[in-house]
């Protein structure tokens, strides 16, 4: 499966230290990325294994201490 999300950092500057992508799938554990972040951009990834049967598919950002920083959004 590959996936991209675009997105926008709207208040402050983008992290130095990163934050974690999250991709949650209804079957099986979710991927946790480690991610840079700019401004604003696409980030594509293409996961392994991954089936469009083990959808639906929801993704957020968490900072390094696994707070959430992003809403949840359904990847169509």
């Known amino acids: 499966m590959s ?3 675009d997105y926008e950092v709207i208040a402050g500057e983008p992290d130095p230290k990163g934050y ?5 799938r ?3 554990p979710p991927l946790r ?4 972040l700019g401004k604003k951009g696409n980030l594509p990834i293409l996961v ?4 469009p049967e083990d959808g639906p598919f929801h ?3 968490e900072d390094q201490a696994g707070r959430r ?3 949840t959004i359904e990847l169509l």
Request: hydrophobic residues 45%.
């Open 69 to 71: 920083v992003s809403p």
């Open 20 to 24: 974690i992508w999250v991709i949650e």
């Open 48 to 51: 392994p294994g991954w089936r």
């Open 33 to 36: 990325q480690p991610v840079r």
């Open 3 to 5: 996936f991209s999300v």
């Open 59 to 61: 993704t957020h950002f």
């Open 26 to 28: 209804a079957k099986g």
